[in-house]
Nanobody, 126 residues
Framework: VQLIESGGGLVQAGGSLRVSCAASGGTLSRLRMGWFRQAPGKEREFVAAITWSGDRTYYADSVKGRFTISRDNAENTVYLQMNSLSVEDTAVYYC????????????????????WGQGTQVTVSS
């Protein structure tokens, strides 16, 4: 499965942006998905995750209440809606897919995912 992110760009602080993750060469419909981000000079960090059906989600504290992860299995796409963006949200955003469920809890570590996209840059200006 190849994951392709899109929708990144430049936005002013307080604004909104939606990034997407589409799959090719396979279906996402039975895979749990996650979003991570990596800011300049920092390690990649967990942002959000969602079950294959969308019935459960989990967020990092830093984005809770501002970001929403969702999915459209018919479109083979996962989304991350980002509202009330701040300069601290500037990063490359990556989507990831878990090939086989290892635990009931949604994975929040990088090693919990098997497929990764190439990332999309999100820049928030002050």
């Amino acid at each position: 499965v190849q994951l392709i992110e899109s929708g990144g760009g430049l936005v002013q602080a307080g604004g909104s942006l939606r990034v997407s993750c589409a799959a090719s060469g396979g279906t996402l419909s039975r895979l749990r998905m996650g979003w991570f981000r990596q800011a300049p000079g920092k390690e990649r960090e967990f942002v959000a995750a969602i079950t294959w059906s969308g019935d459960r989600t989990y967020y990092a504290d830093s984005v809770k209440g501002r970001f929403t992860i969702s999915r459209d299995n018919a479109e083979n796409t996962v989304y991350l809606q980002m509202n009330s963006l701040s300069v601290e949200d500037t990063a490359v955003y990556y989507c990831a897919a878990e090939a086989k469920m290892r635990t009931w809890s949604l994975p929040v570590r990088e090693d919990g995912y098997d497929y990764w996209g190439q990332g999309t840059q999100v820049t928030v200006s002050s």
